[in-house]
């Protein structure tokens, strides 16, 4: 399935491409994220401009519990930590929002640098699921709370597509990192688990709770679709 999707995006961005018209310059769009499609999430962007080189992006997401996972990866070795991989359990509810200026570096609005505040929360409720660690691993019926606040720095450009009516197709590709301070709040009951890869007999823990906060850093590459307005040219 996600080789198809690859394959239907090649296809577009190849049409894409074909089809820019460098007379337009950019104006306000609405947007989607269809890598975040990946993990059950969808978020909308509106970007809305402010001054010929400055724009205000608006973003709001929903991730929606997908059901038939209940085995969860979280890393191995330096990666092994489950706040690095908590997009890939797919049981989490969440919602996404952000505000994001964008500076313009060239009069016809082609390449940008973006800073993005954001702010996720995800949670899951009363949900039996086995954790697969790097050295071993725990079931649990799990409750979880995960507050995700940070800010991503990025520089991307624009693709401009085909008109379609007062609009026109627009793909914003961009790259860069983030940094995110994440508080979560686990809770496990009935929690059977074994201290060691090797270990065959497993301990029991009735009840706990676990909670705390970790800085981390990430990096980014990705792209937003959707459809824009053509304008005059605002700096003449």
Do not use: C
């Not at 310059?25 to 609405?30: A, K, N, Q, R, S």
């Not at 520089?155 to 301070?181: D, T």
């Not at 709770?209 to 792209?223: A, C, D």
């Amino acid at each position: 399935m996600r080789i198809l999707f690859v394959f239907i995006l090649s296809g577009f961005f190849s049409n894409l491409w074909a089809q820019q018209k460098p007379s337009l310059i950019l104006g306000d769009g609405y947007y989607v994220l269809p890598t975040q499609l990946f993990v059950g999430e969808l978020i909308f962007t509106k970007e809305q401009f402010i001054a010929p080189r400055w724009s205000i992006s608006y973003s709001l997401g929903y991730k929606f519990p997908i059901k038939g996972q209940d085995s969860i990866f979280t890393g191995t070795g330096a990666f092994a930590s489950y706040e690095i991989f908590t997009m890939t359990n797919r049981n989490l509810n969440g919602i996404y929002l952000s505000l994001a200026p964008s500076l313009y570096l060239k009069k016809r609005r082609r390449y940008y640098f973006q800073a993005e505040i954001f702010n996720r929360f995800l949670w899951l409720n009363n949900k039996h699921i086995t954790y697969s660690l790097s050295r071993a691993g725990f079931s649990a019926r799990r409750t979880e709370r995960i507050n995700i606040t940070g800010i991503k720095f990025l520089y991307g450009h624009h693709k401009h597509g085909k008109m379609n009516g007062k609009r026109f197709l627009n793909a914003k590709l961009y790259y860069g990192f983030s940094v995110r301070m994440i508080a979560f709040w686990y809770e496990n009951v009935d929690k059977t688990y074994y201290r060691t890869a090797t270990e065959t007999q497993a301990s029991y823990v009735p009840y706990e709770k676990e909670r705390g906060t970790t800085l981390m850093p990430f990096g980014h590459i990705g792209f937003k679709i959707g459809l824009a307005k053509p304008v005059a040219n605002v700096f003449d």
